[in-house]
């Protein structure tokens, strides 16, 4: 494998560069993550990697995962660490960013790499951290999600957390003539052109999908298992609330989480949002192509296959109320990564 000094990696039409100031580091990028590497385009985040020594800083955390890494704001910068008890008491790996997140370091705690090291100093979950924080301000937002377009070109987000059954609607649509599965695990949406449209990202599941293209969402769909299968139309708060759930934000970051809540709540006024609890069999994929994908984006009311109606076409009323805000979050929970 050949090894560089630099590379571009974009997601989401989110760009990082990476460059190796250190002669006894070479970069590596992963199989799946050269598949979103990019030539020479215009970075939102430049990065200078490199080993050194790493420190437990002297400050508290504004942010812990319970897991392996940590927030810190020192000096107007963020400070993030990484640790393990594989490597040692210190942090395996330091980063540190300017505010507006265009800049940073990346350093390696020399003691635990070999002299003949050749990797991603970005490896995750540090890119997801990155690019889920660059999305808060202003771009976008991730979810834990799997997403397809369907034979149609018509844009099917699952949405649900670990063991929903993202993994499990992935493979039922794996040799459905015609579908291209984005991720089937995490998905980027952003707005453009006045659309929502749909990213596949590097981070997959057990299914291993992982493609750089992009599509406009049709539907959403909030998974759950069921020993029967319905499509639940939600109300524009019921979704947000769902989806805020199931969001990779910064959350450390009030301006990410305000920009948050604001991109959901536009999503949830534009896009058919349903509830799908279903059987994991070939059934589900009829009421999504039939139902779900029916909907009319631009008006309060669609068709759809209501709950305990079976395939009886009906009008079902979307209920708008009040936007959930930063003040009315309490009940949410937010995934703020591992």
Same mark, same amino acid.
């Given at each position: ?173 794996? +040799?459905? *003539?015609?579908?291209?599965? /984005? #991720?089937?695990?995490?998905? =980027?949406? !952003?707005?453009? %052109? ?32 069921? +020993?029967? *299968?319905?499509?639940?139309? /939600? #109300?524009?708060?019921?979704? =947000?609330? !769902?989806?805020? %759930? ?93």
């Amino acid at each position: 494998m050949t090894a560089l000094t630099q590379y571009f990696l974009t997601i989401a039409e989110t760009t990082v560069e990476v460059s190796s100031i250190d002669p006894e580091m070479s970069l590596q990028l992963g199989e799946t993550e050269k598949r979103f590497q990019a030539a020479n385009a215009l970075p939102d985040l430049q990065i200078e990697a490199s080993f050194g020594t790493t420190a437990i800083p002297h400050v508290s955390s504004i942010f812990d995962t319970g897991g392996v890494w940590k927030v810190y704001c020192q000096n107007g910068s963020y400070l993030f660490t990484f640790s393990s008890p594989v490597f040692g008491p210190l942090p395996y790996k330091t980063a540190e960013f300017n505010a507006g997140f265009s800049c940073g370091k990346v350093f390696l705690h020399r003691p635990y790499f070999s002299d003949s090291y050749q990797g991603d100093p970005l490896k995750w979950p540090l890119d997801e951290v990155l690019i889920s924080h660059l999305l808060g301000l202003g771009r976008g937002v991730e979810l834990h999600a799997a997403g397809l377009v369907d034979a149609r070109g018509r844009g099917h987000l699952f949405v649900g957390h670990s063991g929903a059954g993202k993994s499990t609607m992935t493979r039922l649509w794996e +040799d459905h *003539t015609g579908v291209v599965i /984005l #991720s089937d695990d995490r998905i =980027v949406l !952003r707005r453009k %052109a006045g659309q929502f449209v749909m990213y596949g990202t590097p981070w997959h599941g057990d299914t291993r999908h992982a493609a750089p293209a992009s599509t406009p969402v049709s539907a959403i769909y909030l998974l759950e298992h069921s +020993d029967t *299968t319905r499509l639940i139309p /939600l #109300s524009a708060p019921q979704a =947000v609330a !769902r989806l805020f %759930a199931m969001s990779i934000a910064a959350v450390y970051c009030r301006e990410a989480v305000e920009f948050t809540l604001g991109f959901l709540n536009r999503l949830a006024d534009i896009v058919p949002c349903f509830a799908l609890p279903f059987v994991p069999d070939t059934c589900v994929k009829d009421f999504v192509l039939n139902g779900g994908v029916a909907a009319r984006t631009n008006s309060a009311t669609y068709p759809c296959h209501v709950s305990g109606l079976g395939h009886t076409p009906m009008i079902a009323e979307r209920k708008y109320t009040q936007p959930l805000t930063v003040a009315n979050t309490k009940n949410a929970h937010v995934h703020g990564g591992q």
